[in-house]
């Protein structure tokens, strides 16, 4: 798994790899939720796009990664990624 993010400053969704962040505008509002959609993450360990919500950035939130196939559990802290351990 990478450990280091790499925040993007252009949506290129092809330049996304392994721990790829792009931060939405600002972020994407939906039905008035209290934690919405903050940015764009390329799991650490496998790569595959999904939307992260602003707990999650702020790393008050786990991470789940949506692949089928890829078991990673996280959290953000600042630039680093923190492997959340089983409880």
Aim: with cysteine; net charge negative.
């Amino acid at each position: 798994m990478i450990a280091k993010l790499d925040i993007l400053s252009e949506w290129i969704p092809e330049q996304m790899h392994p721990g790829s962040l792009f931060v939405l505008d600002q972020g994407m509002d939906t039905d008035n939720n209290q934690d919405p959609y903050w940015a764009v993450l390329a799991c650490p360990s496998c790569g595959v796009l999904g939307l992260i919500t602003r707990s999650q950035m702020a790393g008050l939130s786990p991470i789940i990664c949506g692949s089928n196939t890829c078991p990673a559990q996280f959290f953000l802290r600042g630039q680093q990624v923190e492997v959340r351990l089983p409880s």
